[in-house]
């Protein structure tokens, strides 16, 4: 039986046995047993609601921030494209597709004169995973300006959740693990007192100068830790140039774990697991993953 007996007749496309793990930041890791690229909202909500019960779902936006491990992700991952990568501007409100470019919507509050978008512009994630991520940098994150979000639960139902109803955190929040997040409502600030373009650029000079540049990672491995750098605390440890196989800790930023020779999706969470432990025994902190570890580790589990 194939993909398209199995499962409802959409409009967007379904596909068997697809390797996402090389188009992932990493650029290692397995297949998803079944990948959906819904072609609109209605396409989403019939294929979930008509979806054999017990399929497990993952949904992912540019894969900067996960390791799919080797034996790769069963049931269905959804991946969005360009039908959900629209951005509306609105007097100084934003309406951002899950899908959109971090970057993207950097841009286009730069073009609109509006502010508080500036950090986004080197977060090279889409804006459904920097929201579930919270991500953020240099004292910003997205939950500050996040009006409000549309998701869609695994089961189908649509959702309209309020910013103040997600308990934002650092890197965290009360999203639940079946909402696929769709679309999105920003608040812009007008009439800021700084220059827009110069505070981005900044931003990625910074970049620059601390971080690996255009290497396969997916920026910080770990969380910081209460009042605790990780980056320090992995350099307390002696991490710095630490390898596992092909896998190495970048000696420009000692929190990014490299691709750099053919590392495989064990490597890589192998390193993960060596920091931990070597933290653990030279500062008694334990270090959290920030990086979301997916799938099995051989495709007989
Ligand atoms: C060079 C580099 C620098 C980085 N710098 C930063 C930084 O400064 N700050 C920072 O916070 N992060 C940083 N990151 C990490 C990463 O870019 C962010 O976490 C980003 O927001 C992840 O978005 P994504 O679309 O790639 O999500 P993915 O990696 O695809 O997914 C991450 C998580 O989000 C979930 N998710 C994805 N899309 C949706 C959706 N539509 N609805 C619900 N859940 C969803 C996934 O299930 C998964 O749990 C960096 C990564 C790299 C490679």
């Known amino acids: 039986m194939n993909v398209t007996e199995k499962f409802p007749a959409v409009r967007g496309v379904l596909q068997e046995n697809v390797n996402i793990g090389e188009k992932s930041f ?5 297949a998803a047993e079944v990948l959906f690229t819904p072609s609109d909202m209605e396409d989403l909500l019939f294929f979930l609601r008509k979806l054999p019960k017990n399929t497990p779902v993952t949904i992912l936006g540019a894969m900067s921030n996960v390791l799919i491990r080797s034996g790769g992700i069963k049931g269905v991952v959804i991946i969005f494209d360009k039908n959900f990568g629209k951005i509306f501007v609105e007097d100084d409100v934003l309406e951002v597709g899950a899908a959109v470019h971090c970057s993207e919507l950097s841009a286009a509050a730069l073009n609109h004169e509006l502010g508080g978008f500036e950090f986004l512009m080197g977060i090279p994630g889409t804006i459904g995973g920097a929201i579930k991520m919270n991500a953020g940098c240099y004292c910003s994150r997205i939950s500050d300006s996040l009006i409000e979000c549309e998701g869609i639960t695994f089961s189908g139902q649509t ?6 109803d ?6 965290a929040s009360s999203i ?5 997040i769709t ?7 007008s009439n800021v007192n700084y220059s827009i373009s110069k505070k981005i650029n900044e931003i990625a000079a910074k970049r620059k100068d601390n971080q690996p540049h255009q290497r396969r990672s997916c920026g910080s491995t770990f969380k910081n830790a209460a009042g605790q750098k990780a980056w320090e605390l992995i350099e307390a440890a002696g991490c710095r140039g630490l390898k596992v196989g092909g896998a190495t800790v970048s000696e420009k930023h000692c929190n990014f774990i490299i691709n750099e020779n053919n590392a495989s999706a064990e490597d890589i969470e ?16 334990l270090l959290e993953w920030e990086i979301v570890r997916l799938g099995s580790k051989s495709n007989k589990e």
């Open 159 to 164: 959702k309209w959740i309020k910013s103040t």
């Open 26 to 30: 990493f650029r290692v890791g397995g």
């Open 166 to 171: 997600m308990n934002f955190s650092y890197r």
């Open 270 to 285: 192998d390193l993960g697991e060596l920091i931990i432990q070597k933290v653990l025994e030279n500062s008694g902190v």
């Open 183 to 189: 679309r999105a409502w920003f608040q812009g600030t």
């Open 176 to 180: 639940p693990d079946d909402l696929i």
